[in-house]
C-alpha cells in the first residue's frame, strides 16, 4: 500500500496542472487558413448555374365536409336495442316532471367514471361535459331523450330511454353507459 503525505500530495498537483496547461499551450489558435482559403477560391470560380423555374400551382377544389351530423369517429359506437311494450299505457315523456342536472346533456357528452357505495345504495359516478363529476342511482334521470337509471354496476349504467319513433309517437329503448377507460 502506498501513502502520500500532504506535502506529496500538493506537489503531485501542482506537476499536473502544469503538464495539462502545457499540453493545452500547443493546441492554441494558429493563423494558417490556407486550406480553407483555396476551397474558398475553388468554389468562387465555378460558373453560377440556372435556377430551376419552380413547378406551375394547381388550384385544388376545396372540399365540403358532409358528415359533420353523424357521431364523431372517435367516440365509441352506441349500441341501442329497443324495448318494446306491447301491454300498458301508450308510451310518453312526462312533461310535467322537473327535469334532473343531468338530462341537460346528451348521452354522448357525459361518462361513467366509476362507482360508490353507501350502505346498499349503489351510486354511478359520471362527469357530464364541464367536467363536474355526478352520482346517480336506479331511478334517477339522464341524458337528453329521458333516460331513466334501471341498474347501475361497476361495468356500467344501463338505462331506458323514450325516444320519438318518427311517425308522431314514442318508443323506449335501452342504452348502456359504459365505464370510461381510464389511461
Known amino acids: 500500500m502506498v501513502t502520500f503525505t500532504t506535502r506529496a500530495l500538493r506537489s503531485l498537483c501542482r506537476g499536473v496542472t502544469l503538464l495539462t496547461f502545457a499540453l493545452l499551450a500547443g493546441c492554441g489558435p494558429s493563423n494558417d487558413f490556407s486550406d480553407l482559403e483555396q476551397w474558398m477560391a475553388e468554389v468562387s470560380a465555378r460558373p453560377a448555374r440556372r435556377i430551376e423555374p419552380l413547378p406551375p400551382f394547381e388550384q385544388i377544389a376545396p372540399f365540403a365536409y358532409q358528415a359533420s351530423a353523424l357521431r364523431s369517429p372517435f367516440e365509441p359506437p352506441v349500441v341501442v336495442r329497443k324495448v318494446e311494450r306491447r301491454d300498458g299505457p301508450q308510451v310518453r315523456p312526462d312533461s310535467n316532471r322537473v327535469k334532473q342536472f343531468l338530462e341537460q346533456f346528451s348521452i354522448g357528452q357525459l361518462a361513467m367514471v366509476g362507482t360508490l357505495e353507501q350502505g346498499p345504495t349503489r351510486y354511478a359516478l359520471v362527469r357530464d361535459a364541464e367536467g363536474g363529476v355526478h352520482r346517480v342511482q336506479r331511478g334517477d334521470y339522464m341524458g337528453s331523450d ?30 348502456t353507459v359504459a365505464l370510461a377507460e381510464t389511461g
Not at 337509471?149 to 318518427?166: K, N, S
Open 146 to 175: 329521458h333516460g331513466q337509471v334501471q341498474r347501475v354496476d361497476e361495468a356500467g349504467i344501463e338505462l331506458i330511454e323514450i325516444v320519438p319513433d318518427g311517425v308522431g309517437g314514442w318508443v323506449e329503448r335501452a342504452r
